[in-house]
């Protein structure tokens, strides 16, 4: 076979055939495909550029000069297309056939082969351009490949999907978009909603327009929101909806792609948890105590309406603020109830905490306590105000003992006022036989040859009669405190009465005024009494004698705390009575020296005295305290400080509990 | 004077007892003597006095506990109460169980305690055997 000149490199082209333009060279070596030149009558290569190495396997050398049809090569998988690419290319000059080369290596693989006819150095031969259409057939069965898993994950994706052209009419829908609305199948929807187009799908169809009106204004860029959709049973469904504008594929129309997802449960659930936020939240406000949540780092993250009132911070200023500088006066016991809390893992409290707060002693209790749970460290402080219930407390307590007193008085009247009797009737015995007028004395006397005038006289002398006189006032007065005593046990046996307070006040000023002890050791007359009594007072009831009692014996303590007052000092007591809603309030205000908070918690103990022996029983108090609390059902308190002078208020209920009257 | 009658006191405790018998007995009356409740209630259907003296705290049958069974028994006899617990809410109840008068002890005016007496003893619509 003869050798042909060839185009590679190393060997130059006939000039006769391409002449020497190196550009060329550089365009058949460079082309994408691979360019082979044969000659038309029996196949035998003649040029080839290297590109056609990759495609059969073979190198130039090995095939320049044969023809791949001879047996060893084989390279025409398929002969007879080769001589039906003859056949055309003798009679239209250009040919394009698809057919199959085999590789060196044995594989078969389709190729593209463009084909002319061209006259060389006087010979019918054939330029071809073979693309391997290996490449593009793996590309097309990856397209082929990803639509279907496209087409797949459309129909069987979980959340529901749709496309429908801009008038409302749905184009294709998923199984899941069939189910969220409650039909049986897509075709059952797509033909039923169709009918009418999507707009039936919404509960307002103004809720479409605007989505529309969002999705038509840029191409591409999806919307979403909620909705409220309506089922095919006419059921009402909370959805989440994502739309987007996009083009159909086929036709080339503008269509709408959407995402339709129930959220009614969600809906639900959330309103579940506002509900429960929103009540917990109440819960938490409407607690008497002051709540609040800090963080690690002693920053607030909770405030309730509580802890707003008692700072006066509104929760808003407090979130996120740290504790010291909101409440800098609970800040230290915070702290060291939080160490606490942090070492033992659980709660940890201070129990009737002193502070200063505006001025005033007040007790708190203080409780800090974890958060558990899932959440962040931190702990929830509890802050409660028990100044009044310690007071109130402090009241029972001094009750009680008033009342424990009182069933122990009962017991010792009876054994004190046994002996007592024993010995004034005694006494009285010894006086009366001592005397002439009782005839068995005289009797006595005559058989034991004594004159009783001189007995008399000798008596005087020796001054019997004072002592005897002795033994009678003290059993008096020792009877007289057994009955005080006993004062504190009765039981309000007698009637109330509605009798006006201003007018015992005023009797009781007036037996005062007479009263000897008041007027020659405490100068009553030099007190400036002072009464203020509010008009068209309503009667109250009472039995009249005790409540006399209870102010005669305020008023006689008030002028005996005023005789300490220094000369230059005016002694001043003022009376009011005014009404409150359903009692009558009685104040006393002195001006004296005031008490101090040991005294003023013992007041009203039995035989409690500052007073000098002598001066007072220390009884006139408590039973004043027994009368009003217990026989009455009011109230006595003191309200006093060193120097302050004291204010005693007595309350007297209007429509006290078992009224008889 | 003429004094007539005679007065059971009923008392647990003797000095009691003797105090208030001098006295009486200084003052022309006839005196009995009981050292409990029990003891007073059969003293009275024995000897039938003209007026019972009792205490109120006593062991055992009480200075209630004789008013009540005299008024059963011995309805006409007059029942003076002495209370070592003051007069208010017990001389109600002992007014109210029937005793002619209820008085406190200590006796401080024994005069008072005899007047009491005296009147109750006289005859008359205010006590006395009809």
Request: proline share 6%; charged share 25%.
């Amino acid at each position: 076979m003869p050798r042909h000149p060839r185009l590679t490199k190393g060997h130059e082209p006939p000039r006769a055939a391409l002449g020497d333009d190196r550009r060329f060279q550089v365009i058949f070596e460079g082309s994408p495909n691979g360019l082979v030149v044969t000659r038309l009558t029996d196949g035998v290569v003649l040029e080839r550029n290297r590109h056609m190495e990759t495609i059969t396997g073979y190198r130039n050398e090995e095939i320049l000069g044969r023809s791949p049809m001879e047996a060893d090569l084989a390279i025409w998988a398929r002969p007879a297309d080769r001589a039906r690419m003859v056949r055309d290319l003798q009679t239209q000059g250009t040919t394009s056939i698809e057919t199959v080369l085999r590789h060196r290596d044995g594989t078969l693989f389709p190729v593209l082969m463009s084909s002319t006819r061209v006259e060389l150095a006087g010979e019918p031969c054939v330029v071809s351009a073979i693309r391997d259409l290996r490449d593009e057939r793996r590309a097309e069965q990856r397209v082929r490949d990803s639509e279907l898993r496209l087409r797949s994950l459309f129909e069987g994706a979980p959340i529901a999907m749709y496309r429908a052209d801009l008038s409302g009419r749905l184009l294709q829908i998923n199984a899941a978009e069939a189910r969220v609305y409650g039909y049986d199948s897509i075709e059952q929807m797509l033909q039923e909603v169709n009918r009418t187009g999507v707009a039936c799908l919404w509960e307002d169809p103004r809720d479409r327009e605007a989505f529309m009106a969002e999705v038509l204004a840029v191409e591409g860029h999806y919307h979403q929101g909620e909705a409220r959709l309506r089922r095919r049973d006419g059921s009402s469904m909370f959805a989440s909806v994502l739309m987007m504008l996009t083009t159909d594929p086929k036709t080339g129309q503008p269509c709408v792609v959407g995402f339709v997802q129930d959220i009614t449960q969600r809906k639900q659930y959330e309103a579940e948890i506002e509900g429960l936020r929103i009540s917990l939240a109440n819960i938490i406000d409407s607690m008497p105590a002051v709540l609040i949540g800090l963080d690690d780092g002693f920053t607030v993250t909770q405030w309730n309406r509580q802890a707003e009132t008692f700072s006066g911070v509104p929760a808003q200023t407090a979130l996120g603020q740290p504790l010291d500088g909101l409440l800098p006066e609970f800040f230290p016991s915070v702290a060291a109830l939080s160490a606490e809390v942090a070492r033992l893992q659980r709660s940890a409290s201070l129990e009737r905490m002193a502070l200063e707060r505006d001025g005033e002693g007040r007790l708190f209790d203080l409780m800090v306590y974890p958060l558990v749970g899932k959440t962040l460290p931190g702990v929830v402080v509890h802050i409660n105000d028990v100044t009044e219930r310690a007071h109130m407390q402090n009241l029972i307590i001094q009750a009680e003992k008033l009342m424990s007193v009182g069933g122990l008085a009962v017991g010792l009247a009876h054994e004190i006022n046994n002996p007592l009797g024993i010995i004034i009737q005694a006494a009285q015995n010894i006086e009366r036989r001592l005397s002439a007028d009782l005839p068995a004395n005289r009797q006595a006397a005559d058989a034991a040859g004594l004159d009783l005038a001189a007995l008399k006289d000798y008596y005087k002398q020796r001054a019997i009669p004072q002592f005897m006189e002795s033994i009678h006032t003290s059993v008096g007065r020792a009877a007289d405190i057994v009955a005080r005593v006993l004062q504190l046990s009765r039981t309000p046996g007698s009637t109330r009465v509605p009798v006006r307070l201003r007018e015992v006040v005023e009797q009781v000023l007036a037996l005062a005024a007479n009263d000897f002890d008041l007027k020659k050791r405490y100068d009553f007359k030099g007190v400036e009494v002072h009464c203020a009594f509010e008009p068209d007072l309503p009667l109250v009831p009472m039995v009249p004698s005790e409540i006399e009692h209870v102010i005669y014996n305020l008023v006689k303590n008030a002028v005996q705390a005023l005789a300490a007052n220094p000369p230059e000092r005016p002694r001043r007591l003022t009376i009011t009575v005014r009404r409150d809603p359903n009692q009558l309030v009685l104040e006393l205000q002195d001006n004296g020296p005031g008490m101090g908070e040991a005294v003023c918690r013992r007041i009203f103990e039995p035989f409690f005295t500052t007073r000098p022996p002598g001066s007072g029983s220390g009884l006139g108090l408590s039973v004043a305290y027994m009368i009003v609390v217990k026989n009455h059902k009011g109230s006595l308190t003191v309200d006093t400080a060193p120097g302050k002078g004291a204010c005693f208020t007595v309350t007297l209920p209007l429509a006290p509990e078992g009224n008889n009257d | 004077m003429t004094e007539a009658g005679t007065v059971l006191i009923i008392d647990d405790d003797l000095f009691m007892r003797i105090s208030i018998r001098a006295y009486l007995e200084d003052s022309g009356l006839t005196c009995l003597e009981a050292g409990d409740g029990q003891e007073g209630i059969e003293a009275v259907l024995r000897y039938r006095p003209d007026l019972v003296v009792t205490d109120l705290r006593m062991p055992g049958v009480d200075g209630f506990g004789v008013l009540r069974a005299l008024r059963a028994l011995s309805p006409a006899t007059p029942v003076i109460l002495l209370s070592g617990a003051g007069e208010g809410a017990v001389a109600e109840e002992a007014r109210l169980q029937g005793a002619a008068a209820c008085m406190a002890k200590p006796l401080i005016h024994m005069e008072q305690f005899l007047a009491t007496l005296r009147a109750l003893l006289a005859p008359g619509p205010s006590g006395g055997n009809p």
